[in-house]
């Protein structure tokens, strides 16, 4: 990522102008080095007041029993799974961003990966709690993993697929935690140079006591990069492991092959259109707007766009085939998601999911922030309905008629959701006041070549073609944060 | 010899240094810090390097120590002195009977937990009613009285005697009445004592009724033929069967008797033989025998008795006067032209009955089946049943006796008369003006507490007794347990009050045995009264039955007959009411079980509830939904009720069910439901159960606790498989998907291994052609399984725990396109009174390639050698996986610790209740998976059994406890790697399939086909 010259229709990925190594730092260590505003107060305290509900609804239902929460007899999953699938798969954007973004050498995650990756760590945790917390006997959780014990020879199923997303999902966690933290440690040190006191101590620990030499610098990046390698599988392999915790069943509606490629599309687009969610509120609140600019938002948007398709045809093909399997079954799960009980549910899932995203095609849309923020909670929304859908309606009306149910879901339930949400916020603003939520020292590699002010210096030079200043001048014309009277005279 | 050698530890000791002599004085050299560390500088002293290990090594020893305490042993008491017959672990069975029928008790440790059929009774052959399980539950009922009660206050039993004596020496003096109203009592020494007591007080009498009366019939049978008996109905001799409302396959006079003869001539056997009853039942409500019927024709309760003078006409070729069309239901007139020619062509073989209670109706019924010969072949007047013997007008005279200031004393023997007298008011203000009134009752209920004096009597299970159900039947009862509580059986009581000079009533019925009884089965003495001890039942030959010929005008009755049906028939804006007692819930008697409130009505499937059923046209003329609540206004009495449309209901009419609505029988019982007795009205001398009503709604919705809401089978014809009784004698295999061979979805073996069964291969024949849907074996599971109850609220969530259930469909027909099953086109339906019902048996199919098994991520859950899915509730973590992956949905999850919280504490966890939990099987925690075992238990012990006999395990050694109490004998069990095995056999039939085969399960229960004695082109 030397600094070579870029070409000029590439459109910057830093804007402003007098963008320093310094002021980089000072802007992104803003918000870690002064007290909170008030817009973070407020936030934390919705966000804490969440995490409290979840603390009291996840006692309650620990403390009674799972018969707290709306299931039955025949929906044996509803928003439990619901809730752990969807954080699961928002937890996807992070490690694809940081580590198949890194390996293709898509500069732009430089300035997403951090928050992304910090995001997907407590989407985790947060889907991690719900496979605790679902159990019928949580004190037990330990029991699926294959530790060697004095119960007998007893061992674990490897045949289930619950086995193997206890070993998919603790493999996800762990690579990430490390990654993320890995990449944490320059960032970490600069606070530490910059602090004092207590401060001090504590970040000069955090930091591990990076020296900021050259070696330490190259075993970074080695390290970044094999990590980048090992993580780039995980993103495929969890929520291919998720989907067979419902493929390998024989419920109709779970019962698919094509379930590995669509949830990991799926998860990719909720990931992403989360990540957007928070950033596009973060960058400008935290006065980030130069260095998550316009290109990162609608490059984001053109993923969801493509990963918002993909599920789309994943959905067209799942009707496909249950009509042209013959199975019965398989014809009245999917007939039921439009016209059973839940009907409403599946309008919400395809509504939300395919037709919305759709709207990303016009590049009017893809750049206006409030839509695409406005989009991105609708894809959240409909990515869990789809999930609901998935779970519930297929469970609710599968073979034997006589069992048949519905599920109406308890506060117990509503409240370990939203609670879960809360948590997830909690955790959120806590990151974004003690690390830098953008990574400094990653931001500052492309600083001399992609930033708008090295495009300028080369506009300044001149001799280009006029054709290529033309289609970067108006590209410019989207980004908020970019005086385009600048151009006017170029 | 003394010696005086020292030794010495060192030489400052031999030397006597002061310094030691100064340290030696203390038992520890050094002093250890302890004063310090406790005051002064405390933890903040400075502790030497060897104190902090020492305090180190004494802690981790400490600990080590503690540790290896072994868990607290809580030893269980042995017997000081073993009683004889009780072995810890092992079961011991007593003969003893349970409402006529021959039963085994079984009882551990001293403790009655299970209440099994006597396989040799002559009823039921071993099979058992719903009730008849749950009984034992209210042995343990907490909230029975321990002792007795004198105005609402615990009194001695000694104190009772003398002021019973006291005051009945004084009423006998006085000269006024003394009642004893009963319901029916069928035990002869029963009876015996009551007629010594009647002779001790010569202005006494026996006044006997039932909440749910056959007086009617008794009464017809008087005015018929001079016999005023309950006759002894055969229905395994009839071909032609045909019902006017009489649901004998539910409740009506001896339901379980009638189940086992019914289904002797539609089960797997009879089939084989090609031969199959016809059942036709003309009804106003869905009643469990109306489902079960081959033609089942809807007719409004004052349609009825037209409807018998009408096949009346038909059969004697006459005319009787009044006679006209149904002019509202050709339907009912066309079908009564085809049965009367079905019934004449099947003379002799032919039987028709109804449920009616009104005299008039009666004796034409009786005048039908002496045209059709059926007196002395499936109507047997000479051996006569003494189920029922309650007499309607002496109750309502009573009543009157009671008003007028007659009566002085009354006891109430297993009679609540305040609950399920029409017009309770009358008893409670008569009772007012008793000077004496004693109830028997074991609970304080509501006649109870209108009385002064409360004697509980013991329960059957704590009683000696005796029973003659049927005429020449004679069945002792034996006490399993000593009295719980502080009882005394009423017998005593009456033996005592009476000045007997009997000693006590086992002595009473010894000498009764020995004098009247034994003899009537060959046997006598001790060693015959031992022997009775063993069989339970001792047998007179049967006079040999009698034909009868009616021989009586019918213009009076059919007079009488049109009269009740104009008054009957409701006016434009009103309904027909229509009263039925459930098949859970019975008179209502055992309303404080909870076992049978939780147990789902046969057809509407509903629990914890009574309500008004009302057919789906009239649901949508009224406006209604499920559950909207309706007021109920007829005969001057009002309820609130919810309705619940129930396809197969005729329009224009409700049916209620009675037996709810008890507000003194207990936490269980209490106000569940509304009481429809008071709908009852005296007609022509009997109580009548339809009534003109006025139907109102309030806006108010009471959502009712179903186990089944959804009722169509959707055309799934892999689960539920149905040929004609024409189609199957064409070719045996037709419906079951085996015409043209079996297809074997594991041919391949592609991904699935076989498991080995080496030795046992334990699987199960279910014959839906037998089932009829009872139910009882979904208590008697419960009872062998210790399956929790969870209330009403509970199951309206959808979660009862019961592991068998009994799924009933409806499918509707569309002039004979194969019928509609599915939602979207039920309703373009516009009739949906023409519904078909089947009934199947659902449990935990012991697949041997279990969906269950491979997604257990602890492997919970895992397949036996013998052919068995276990669940192993230990290592369950309750991830639910398999209940999701399990196509039957069999499996129940303990949403709640339902043994321990307080929630669920009106039900099963009083250390009284806890009593009844079968001990070979343990009771689950919350979080934990559980379903269907096939009672494991069972066959462990059978196992062990035939072990310490030395022998291999016989067919029929191990019974599952559904299949035991199976009164139709539906289910078979047994092991299939023995081709002789019954299950083997039955496994064989054409008939049999499995359920959603083409997911290669490889279920180890298969089903047997619905066979339906209809032709095609019957309606």
């Not at chain 2, 004494?58 to 017997?79: D, E, N």
């Not at chain 2, 007591?197 to 010569?202: D, K, L, Q, V, Y």
């Not at chain 2, 334990?762 to 008697?780: F, K, Q, R, S, Y």
């Not at chain 2, 609220?793 to 499918?811: C, K, L, T």
């Amino acid at each position: 990522m030397a600094s070579h010259s870029e070409s000029i229709i590439r459109e910057p990925l830093i804007t402003g102008k007098d963008i320093t190594y310094a002021k980089i730092t000072n802007d992104i260590l803003a918000p870690v080095e002064r007290m909170p505003g008030r817009a973070w107060w407020i936030g934390f305290t919705v966000a804490s007041l969440g995490a409290c509900l979840w603390v009291f609804a996840v006692s309650w239902t620990f403390w009674y029993g799972i018969g707290e929460w709306g299931l039955n007899k025949t929906v044996g999953w509803a928003w439990d799974i619901t809730g752990f699938v969807w954080w699961v798969g928002i937890g996807h954007a992070g490690t694809l961003i940081s580590a198949i973004l890194l390996l293709f050498r898509q500069n732009w995650r430089n300035s997403i990966n951090r928050s992304a990756e910090a995001m997907t760590i407590f989407a985790v945790i947060c889907a991690a709690t719900y496979v605790v917390s679902h159990m019928g006997r949580p004190w037990l959780a330990y029991w699926p993993l294959p530790l060697p014990n004095q119960f007998g020879s007893i061992w674990v199923n490897f045949n289930s697929p619950l086995v193997w997303d206890v070993f998919a999902i603790s493999t996800y966690f762990s690579v990430s935690l490390v990654f993320w933290y890995t990449g944490l440690l320059p960032d970490l040190a600069s606070i530490r140079d910059r602090a004092t006191g207590l401060r001090r101590k504590i970040y000069s620990f955090c930091s591990f006591g990076w020296t900021g030499s050259v070696k330490t610098w190259q075993r970074f990046e080695t390290v970044c990069l094999i990590l980048a390698g090992i993580s780039t599988p995980l993103v495929l392999s969890v929520h291919t492991i998720v989907s067979m915790d419902f493929a390998t069943s024989l419920e109709p509606g779970w019962h698919t092959t094509i379930f590995p490629p669509y949830f990991v599309a799926g998860a990719i687009f909720s990931g992403f259109a989360m990540v957007q969610t928070l950033l596009l509120v973060t960058r400008k609140v935290l006065g980030l707007e130069n260095y998550i600019t316009m290109f990162h938002i609608e490059a984001m948007n053109k993923i969801i766009l493509l990963t918002g398709s993909i599920v789309g045809v994943a959905y067209l093909t799942e009707f496909f085939i249950a009509y042209y399997s013959g199975s019965e079954y398989e014809q009245y799960t999917f007939l039921n998601r439009f016209i059973g009980p839940y009907w409403w549910a599946g309008c919400m899932m395809y509504g939300c999911n395919v037709l919305m995203t759709q709207l990303m095609w016009f590049k009017k849309i893809r750049t206006s922030i409030p839509i695409a923020w406005v989009l991105s909670i609708v894809v959240n929304i409909g990515m869990w309905f789809e999930r609901f859908v998935i779970i519930v309606t297929s469970l609710h009306r599968d073979f034997l008629p006589s069992s048949w149910a519905m599920f109406y879901p308890t506060w117990v339930d509503m409240s370990v959701f939203i609670g879960s949400i809360g948590l997830f916020f909690t955790m959120f603003l806590l990151f974004i006041r003690v690390f830098p939520s953008i990574a400094i020292a990653e931001v500052k590699l492309i600083l001399k070549s992609s930033s708008e002010q090295a495009k300028k210096k080369i506009l300044d030079h001149g001799g280009l073609d006029p054709e290529q200043v033309q289609f970067y001048k108006e590209s410019l014309v989207t980004f908020d944060s970019v005086e385009i009277a600048d151009y006017e005279k170029i | 010899m003394d010696s005086n050698k020292k030794y010495w530890k060192g030489l400052e000791e031999l030397n006597k240094t002061p310094e030691f002599v100064e340290k030696n004085k203390h038992e520890f050299a050094e002093p250890i810090p302890i004063e310090d560390v406790l005051t002064g500088g405390g933890l903040a002293g400075t502790t030497p390097r060897r104190d902090f290990l020492k305090a180190l090594g004494f802690g981790v020893g400490a600990v080590t120590l503690a540790a290896c305490q072994k868990v607290p042993v809580h030893k269980s008491i042995p017997y000081l002195i073993k009683p004889e017959e009780v072995t810890p672990g092992v079961a011991n069975y007593y003969v003893s009977t349970y409402e006529g029928s021959a039963i085994l008790v079984k009882t551990r440790e001293g403790r009655p937990i299970k209440i099994e059929g006597n396989p040799n009774d002559i009823l039921a052959k071993g099979g058992l009613s719903g009730q008849a399980q749950a009984s034992v539950l209210d042995l343990y009922d907490s909230n029975r009285l321990k002792n007795p009660m004198r105005d609402g206050s615990d009194y001695g039993w000694g104190q009772t005697d003398g002021f019973i004596k006291s005051e009945l020496a004084a009423i006998k003096a006085g000269g006024k009445k003394i009642r004893i109203v009963s319901s029916t009592i069928t035990s002869p020494s029963t009876l015996a004592v009551i007629a010594d007591f009647i002779t001790a007080f010569p202005n006494s009498k026996h006044i006997s009724y039932d909440a749910v009366s056959y007086t009617g019939i008794i009464q017809a049978n008087q005015n018929s033929f001079n016999k005023a008996v309950l006759p002894h109905y055969n229905f395994d001799k009839a071909d032609v069967i045909v019902s006017f409302g009489a649901d004998f396959l539910g409740t009506w006079i001896s339901p379980t008797e009638f189940i086992r003869q019914y289904v002797q001539n539609r089960n797997n056997k009879s089939l084989q033989a090609k031969k199959m009853s016809r059942h036709i039942q003309f009804e106003t409500g869905m009643s469990i025998t109306g489902s079960n019927a081959d033609v089942r024709i809807l007719i409004k309760p004052s349609e009825e008795g037209i409807a018998l003078v009408n096949l009346y006409n038909a059969l004697s070729g006459t005319t009787l006067p009044g006679s006209k069309k149904l002019a509202n239901n050709p339907n009912a007139d066309k079908a009564i032209a085809i049965v009367a020619k079905e019934l004449t062509a099947a003379k002799g073989k032919a039987l028709v009955v109804a449920g009616s209670n009104d005299v008039a109706t009666q004796v034409l019924v009786n005048a039908i089946n002496s045209l059709l010969g059926s007196y002395g072949t499936t109507i047997d007047l000479d051996n006569p049943s003494h189920q029922y013997s309650g007499n309607d007008a002496e109750l309502v005279e009573f009543t009157k006796e009671m008003s007028r200031g007659e009566v002085d004393a009354v006891f109430f023997l297993n009679a609540n008369p305040v609950y399920d007298y029409y017009n309770s008011k009358d008893i409670t203000e008569g009772l007012k003006k008793v000077r004496l009134k004693v109830s028997f009752a074991d609970h304080m209920d509501e006649t109870a507490s209108a009385c002064n004096i409360v004697a509980p009597n013991s329960y059957y299970l704590e009683s000696w007794g005796d029973d003659n159900a049927i005429e020449g039947y004679y069945t002792i009862i034996q006490p399993a347990i000593n009295p719980v509580y502080d009882t005394r059986q009423a017998e005593h009581s009456l033996m005592i009050w009476g000045n007997n000079p009997g000693k006590d009533y086992y002595t009473y019925i010894r000498n009764n045995w020995d004098k009247n009884l034994l003899a009537k089965g060959g046997l006598s003495g001790q060693k015959g009264w031992e022997t009775l001890l063993q069989t339970g039942f001792v047998k007179a030959t049967p006079v040999t039955s009698g034909t009868y010929t009616f021989g009586h005008d019918l213009n009076a009755v059919a007079q009488t007959i049109l009269d009740h049906s104009n008054l009957l028939a409701a006016d434009a804006g009103k309904v027909e009411l229509q009263l039925y007692q459930t098949v859970a819930m019975r008179d209502g008697k055992r309303a404080n079980n909870p076992w049978l409130q939780e147990m789902p009505d046969p057809v509407s499937k509903v629990t914890w509830d009574n309500f008004a059923a009302m057919s789906p046209s009239d649901m949508k003329k009224w406006g209604y939904a499920d559950g909207d609540v309706i007021k109920i206004d007829a005969n001057g009495y009002t309820i609130s009720l919810p309705v619940l449309v129930q396809p197969g209901q005729t329009q224009g009419t409700i049916s209620v069910a009675v037996g709810y609505g008890r507000t003194l029988s207990g936490p269980v019982g209490d106000n569940v439901g509304q009481n429809a007795y008071p709908f009852h009205s005296l007609r022509n001398g009997t109580f009548q159960t339809s009534a003109v009503a006025t139907i109102t709604a309030t806006g108010n919705n009471s959502p009712l606790s179903q186990t089944q809401t959804h009722h169509s089978i959707e055309g799934r014809n892999s689960i539920i498989k149905e040929a004609t009784f024409t189609e199957y004698l064409k070719n045996p295999s037709t419906g079951s998907g085996n015409e043209s061979g079996h297809k074997d979805y594991n041919e391949n073996n592609l991904f699935w291994q076989e498991y080995d069964h080496p030795q046992y291969n334990w699987v199960m024949a279910i014959d839906l052609n037998a089932c009829t849907g009872c139910g009882a074996c979904v208590v008697a599971c419960s009872a062998e399984n210790n399956v929790p109850v969870v209330g009403k609220a509970e199951v309206g969530r959808r979660r009862e725990m019961h592991w068998i259930r009994i799924d009933r469909y409806y499918s509707f027909n569309d002039d004979g396109n194969g019928g509609v099953t599915r939602e979207r086109e039920l309703s373009k339906l516009e009739d949906l009174d023409n519904v078909r019902v089947v009934y199947q048996p659902m449990l935990c199919q012991h697949c041997d390639h279990a969906p269950c098994e491979t997604v257990c991520p602890v492997l919970a859950t895992v397949h036996s050698s013998e052919g068995l899915n276990h669940m192993a509730y230990n290592r369950c973590v309750g991830t639910r996986y398999c209940a999701n992956n399990c196509p039957y949905k069999v499996r129940r999850f303990n949403w709640f610790n339902y043994w321990n919280d307080s929630r669920f504490e009106n039900y099963l966890q009083n250390d009284h209740t806890l009593l009844v939990l079968n001990p070979d099987v343990v009771t689950r925690f919350r979080g934990v998976m559980e379903k269907c075992s096939m009672c494991i238990q069972r066959i462990q012990a059978g196992k062990l059994k035939a072990k310490i006999e030395k022998r291999a395990v016989k067919d029929g050694d191990i019974k599952v406890a559904c299949q035991q109490t199976c009164p139709a004998n539906a289910i078979v069990f047994g092991n299939a790697n023995d081709p002789n095995s019954e299950v083997s056999k039955a496994l064989k039939s054409e008939r049999t399939y499995y359920v959603l085969e083409e997911l290669n399960t490889q279920p180890g229960v298969g089903y047997q086909v619905k066979v339906r004695n209809i032709s095609e082109t019957e309606a």
